[in-house]
């Protein structure tokens, strides 16, 4: 049933039967339906530059400071611009899952020192001077240095 919202109440006006009813089968109705719908809240833009806080926000603000996340973790430009290349990937490739094209790293010649995935690994931030940008990853003890000019 759709909903007929009477919106020009008087004073003298007598609420009915018929009123009280029209109005519980309306409640009735969103709360079956659900509050929220998108026809509802209409659509939303997300503004990527939001910067993250806590505490409680409007559902755009949380989706907008989501989206700054998602942005500052693949560091492209935009939070809907696809990475290059997901996580999984990018942690296959360096450990050398099978089929993924990365090195296999069991110490044999050409292949890296042998790592093992279920240890410890450290990161030690990036450095920029200048046009160069340095730091180091740290598996089981063997030091990787990368030093990338911008």
Excluded: C
């Excluded at 339906?33 to 939303?44: C, H, K, L, Q, V």
């Amino acid at each position: 049933m759709a909903f007929n919202a009477k919106t020009n109440w008087q004073l003298e006006d007598t609420v009915t039967e018929q009123d009280m009813n029209r109005i519980e089968q309306g409640i009735k109705d969103a709360h079956e339906n659900g509050f929220a719908t998108d026809e509802i809240m209409g659509p939303r833009t997300i503004d990527d530059n939001q910067a993250p806080s806590e505490g409680p926000n409007s559902p755009t603000k949380l989706w907008s400071m989501l989206g700054n996340m998602i942005k500052q973790i693949t560091g492209e430009n935009k939070w809907a611009t696809s990475p290059v290349t997901s996580l999984k990937s990018l942690f296959n490739k360096f450990l050398g899952t099978a089929g993924s094209g990365g090195h296999t790293h069991d110490g044999t010649s050409g292949n890296g020192p042998k790592l093992d995935p279920t240890k410890a690994l450290t990161y030690v931030p990036l450095n920029r001077s200048g046009d160069k940008i340095s730091g180091h990853l740290d598996f089981n003890g063997y030091f990787a240095k990368s030093i990338l000019v911008t």
